[in-house]
């Protein structure tokens, strides 16, 4: 049985500890996924963001992802880290992580999970803007259009 | 049929500002649909800003219109997500 | 212009320099892809292996391919060291960094660097096993069968 | 046309091993193409384990069989590649 784990975490993400975590002599190909703050969006200039979540749901449904994706990848290793709370530009956001004797299995267990945590995991992002201003991304422009794929 | 069933509907983020509030007290009666949810919370004061068709979780898991409410269901109205 | 470096290394490769070495504030979207020495192959323990290589050809082809890379996935940021000499199980023998505003082309220019390199790239694989023998890789099995697509 | 060409190959890993040595001499004729140099390595004592066609570089860049070779051309039989 091979290492998986997934967490949501308000302190600093260090990728290199992700890559330590799954890495195994088993294990010849690991790749990784590091989502960092930009500095800017939408054309305008960042200076940081919030992440709120729904706590218990959010890792409910990152659990399930990584279980989803060592199911169709061939039992992965995989960690996962999400990053909650206040972050600057260029703090890490989400971390992934996964090994497998095959490549293409590491490759692609860690494009699931991004994929899927981008559509999934119910994060909310209140950015931060230099003109002071604050605005939830996807929410204010997303709640004027019908979102009839939504159920 | 008739027999009350109240909801209180957690709330996050864009959402939660709208209503200014974390969660909302909504009284369905059994048998009601998410569906059924949304429709009252949409008449309520706040839900200007709500698209037609929020999503909704039920129990920590996204929930289609169509799913029957119980009592003690955990519900979320979900705003559009955006982590990663 | 964006960052990119790609080298033939006989020291240890540490995947975290090239992770550093990719990031920006303007680059949300970071990938790595780190292969290693497995402790087997076609069912034989290894212990260890030595990769020789055609060293100015395979400098010019691994630049080649990151050139392409760029090319093709809108210019990301990319690190790639791939390692000659003796190395150990669990030894890192290429290491891949790739970043970029918007994932997938952080992803794709990896995938393609990994895809190439293992297809062009001259280099070779003598496996030391822990019976005591010594195989060059890909080398004595293919060289029984006809390399028709050779050129 | 007759004019010689020299032509020294390099070899590496099994094919090196093979001919126990890391380059190998050949003497072709003006106007020949990397056909007719693994032809003339092929008669060679220590081809036995050289497949068919095997890869051949011109200057350090992958070459169709059909590529013409002049003097200063730097050659190399290339084995299966086995990097990453």
Redesign the interface.
């Known amino acids: 049985m091979s290492h998986a784990r997934a967490d949501l975490v308000d302190r600093p993400i260090d990728?290199?500890t992700l890559?330590a975590e799954v890495?195994s002599?088993?294990?010849?190909?690991?790749?990784?996924?590091?989502?960092?703050?930009?500095?800017?969006h939408g054309g305008r200039a960042v200076t940081g963001l919030q992440?709120?979540?729904?706590q218990?749901?959010?890792e409910?449904?990152l659990a399930l992802i990584v279980a989803e994706a060592r199911d169709r990848f061939g039992e992965p290793a995989l960690a996962v880290e999400?990053r909650v709370g206040t972050l600057m530009?260029?703090d890490v956001?989400?971390a992934i992580a996964a090994a497998h004797?095959r490549?293409a299995n590491?490759?692609g267990a860690?494009?699931y999970v991004?994929e899927e945590?981008?559509?999934?995991?119910?994060?909310?992002?209140?950015e931060h803007y230099a003109d002071g201003t604050r605005e939830?991304?996807?929410?204010?422009s997303?709640?004027?259009?019908?979102?009839?794929a939504?159920? | 049929m008739n027999a009350p069933l109240p909801v209180t509907a957690?709330l996050?983020?864009?959402y939660a500002?709208s209503f200014g509030a974390s969660s909302i007290e909504v009284c369905l009666s059994r048998g009601a649909s998410?569906a059924d949810l949304v429709s009252a919370i949409r008449s309520m004061p706040g839900a200007e800003?709500?698209?037609?068709?929020?999503?909704?979780?039920v129990n920590?898991?996204?929930?289609?219109?169509e799913q029957i409410l119980h009592p003690g269901d955990e519900v979320?109205v979900?705003?559009?997500?955006?982590?990663?």
Chains 1, 3 share one sequence.
Request: charged share 15%.
């Open positions: 990728p290199a890559l890495a002599p088993a294990r010849g190909a690991i790749c990784s996924f590091v989502g960092t703050v930009r500095d800017q992440y709120d979540c729904y218990a749901m959010a409910r449904e999400h530009v260029g956001a989400v004797a490549r590491a490759i860690m494009q991004i945590l981008k559509k999934r995991l119910p994060i909310w992002k209140l939830w991304v996807g929410g204010s997303a709640m004027s259009e019908a979102a009839g939504a159920a | 957690l996050f983020a864009s500002e998410v800003r709500l698209p037609p068709r929020p999503m909704v979780a920590q898991r996204y929930a289609s219109y979320a979900i705003p559009p997500v955006a982590g990663g």
